[in-house]
């Protein structure tokens, strides 16, 4: 695009003003006074518009963490001269540059200049291209020529992992071998029970001490395998309640550092988001996996709730049978809240983490709204639990490691209830 400048404008107007007073003065002066106006102002719009300027940004990585600082490199490159080049970078929200570019240089044809900068990763994310605006002027200065460029490759910043020890165990466990301590017998490392011995048993089994003691009976170790389990992390993407935290933020965070202690225990672990439709990833293991689930929630953007034109389903492919499926919601939409019972009296082994959505509500303290929809919220989570889904609140003050402690609690306390 080009643009006049004010010493053009300026020019323009005071040769305009010039060949008027000539005309109704009838005299030639202020024609002559005006004529090197008119001239400069010619020559201005004569001009051609200029080369486009080469740019090319240049980062030390692809990947980052929040907090983390990224080197990169600018490159321009113009096939013709330019005395005055005006460069402006602009980065998505959640990058920052630490310096500002240069203001303003000189750049020679077929030149090139390279300049050092440093952004600042403040939030995660999967961030594209950066825009570039460019502004070259001439040597009367009389036009500018504005240029947007889009520079830089792709971007993912992670979001911060909280190191977590307690996690929600599975109620059952599945047939490959892993760091889970099964509920059946068989070969293992963890003591079940003692039994008398039975012809064909392993006699490395033998519990000597316990035979001794037995009156001379012998008595073997009955033992736990080790297993893996499949763990199922539903993400509720209804969560759009305005400004850059919301309830998703949240749950993000929380479904990183769950896959990468799941997995880091050789459990397989797989993906599954409700909102704008189904995005899931089939359950695997590995560091592969969690790069796989990480790069998929980079991508996941807020839904607005209430939105979604027919009740979800979820499919029995999914979620494979004996699958823990933990979900992170906060409970917004109705059409979330009927996926989860529908799991559950599908015969699903379901726990909730809820994220109370309360404080991003714009609702004043002092009204009665706030008290209402916590009466509400209080039926809705005794509904879940009267169908035997293990639901607990995760504040804002909370980490997130009591919070899990609380919710496999609950689930011991859910299972004496039923076994009763």
């Known amino acids: 695009m080009t643009?006049?400048?004010?010493?053009?404008?300026?020019?323009?107007?005071?040769?305009?003003?010039?060949?008027?007073?000539?005309?109704?003065?009838?005299?030639?002066?202020?024609?002559?006074?005006a004529a090197p106006f008119a001239l400069l102002a010619l020559l201005g719009l004569e001009r051609r518009r200029p080369a486009r300027v080469e740019a090319e940004l240049r980062l030390?990585?692809?990947?980052?963490?929040?907090?983390?600082?990224?080197?990169?490199?600018?490159?321009?490159?113009?096939?013709?001269?330019s005395d005055r080049l005006e460069a402006t970078l602009l980065l998505p929200p959640g990058l920052v540059l630490t310096d500002p570019l240069d203001e303003?240089?000189?750049?020679?044809?077929?030149?090139?200049?390279?300049?050092?900068?440093?952004?600042?990763?403040?939030?995660?994310?999967?961030?594209?291209?950066?825009?570039?605006?460019?502004?070259?002027?001439?040597?009367?200065?009389?036009?500018?020529?504005?240029?947007?460029?889009?520079?830089?490759?792709?971007?993912?910043v992670y979001p911060s992992r909280e190191a977590l020890r307690s996690l929600v165990q599975p109620a059952q466990t599945q047939a490959s071998v892993g760091d889970q301590v099964s509920r059946r017998t068989g070969q293992g490392i963890e003591l079940a029970e003692?039994?008398?011995?039975?012809?064909?048993?392993?006699?490395?089994?033998?519990?000597?001490?316990?035979?001794?003691?037995?009156?001379?009976?012998?008595?073997?170790?009955?033992?736990?395998?080790?297993?893996n389990a499949t763990m199922i992390l539903l993400l509720d993407a209804f969560a759009d309640l305005g400004g850059p935290r919301n309830?998703?933020?949240?749950?993000?965070?929380?479904?990183?550092?769950?896959?990468g202690r799941y997995l880091a225990r050789r459990d397989r672990v797989g993906l599954l988001v409700l909102g704008a439709?189904?995005?899931?990833?089939?359950?695997?293991?590995?560091?592969?996996?969690?790069?796989?689930?990480?790069d998929t929630l980079l991508e996941i953007r807020a839904v607005p709730p209430r939105r979604e034109p027919r009740p979800l389903h979820v499919p029995s492919r999914l979620v494979p049978p004996q699958a823990l499926v933990l979900a992170l919601s906060p409970l917004l939409d109705d059409a979330v809240s009927a996926a989860l019972a529908n799991l559950r009296s599908r015969g699903y082994d379901l726990a909730l983490l809820e994220i109370p959505p309360l404080r991003y509500l714009a609702a004043t303290p002092d009204t009665l709204a706030p008290r209402l929809i916590a009466l509400e919220r209080d039926l809705l989570r005794a509904r879940l639990r009267a169908r035997g889904i293990a639901v607990v609140e995760w504040h804002d003050q909370t980490p997130l490691e009591p919070a899990?402690?609380?919710?496999?609690?609950?689930?011991?306390?859910?299972?004496?209830?039923?076994?009763?």
Not at 68 to 80: F, I, K, N, W
Not at 120 to 147: F, M, N
């Open 194 to 227: 003692l039994r008398p011995f039975s012809p064909g048993d392993d006699l490395r089994r033998i519990n000597w001490r316990a035979s001794a003691r037995s009156g001379g009976e012998l008595v073997v170790n009955e033992l736990h395998p080790e297993r």
């Open 104 to 156: 303003s240089f000189p750049l020679s044809t077929g030149g090139e200049r390279e300049q050092q900068l440093t952004i600042a990763c403040e939030r995660w994310g999967a961030y594209t291209a950066g825009l570039l605006l460019l502004r070259r002027y001439d040597r009367l200065r009389l036009v500018a020529h504005d240029q947007e460029l889009d520079v830089g490759p792709p971007l993912r």
């Open 60 to 81: 030390d990585r692809a990947r980052a963490e929040e907090g983390d600082h990224v080197e990169g490199l600018l490159q321009l490159r113009s096939p013709e001269a």
């Open 247 to 259: 309830p998703l933020d949240r749950a993000l965070r929380a479904a990183v550092a769950l896959a």
């Open 277 to 294: 439709g189904l995005r899931w990833l089939r359950p695997g293991s590995g560091t592969l996996q969690l790069h796989r689930i990480v």
């Open 3 to 33: 643009a006049a400048t004010p010493r053009l404008r300026a020019a323009v107007w005071l040769a305009a003003v010039g060949i008027v007073a000539a005309i109704a003065l009838g005299r030639p002066e202020p024609a002559a006074v």
């Open 404 to 420: 899990l402690r609380t919710l496999e609690e609950s689930r011991r306390n859910l299972r004496v209830v039923r076994a009763s």
